[in-house]
Nanobody, 121 residues
């Protein structure tokens, strides 16, 4: 079993900053990609940012230049630094890990429980 535990969400004013964290634990052989997605009620979940084990990153156009994803491979943890937040960033943010639990086992996606980010004055 693998668990992803997120933290760091909350209420922030427009222009403010938040830092999300997500730690993966359990039976993990290797985590290939970690990422953050977000979802607004009634809409599809969308990619925010992803990072590979080698450190390559990809961002949604809407967050480029404002958000930074990073990871600590030794701690199986991924972070999302969110700056210059806008009301349009309000959503539930989900952590994702694309990993294998044992050598040779197929890769599987795991998700965190989600953390609410609200940007409002």
């Amino acid at each position: 079993q693998v668990q992803l535990v997120e933290s760091g969400g909350g209420l922030v004013q427009p222009g403010g900053s938040l830092r999300l964290s997500c730690a993966a634990s359990g039976r993990i052989f290797s985590i290939y990609v970690m990422g953050w997605y977000r979802q607004v009620l009634g809409m599809q979940r969308e990619l925010v940012a992803i990072i590979t084990s080698a450190g390559s990153t990809n961002y949604a156009d809407s967050v480029k230049g404002r958000f930074t994803i990073s990871r600590d491979n030794a701690k199986n943890t991924v972070y999302l630094q969110m700056n210059s937040l806008k009301p349009g960033d309000t959503a539930v943010y989900y952590c994702n890990a694309h990993l294998s639990e044992t050598p040779g086992l197929r890769r599987t996606d795991y998700w965190g429980q989600g953390t609410q980010v609200t940007v409002s004055s």
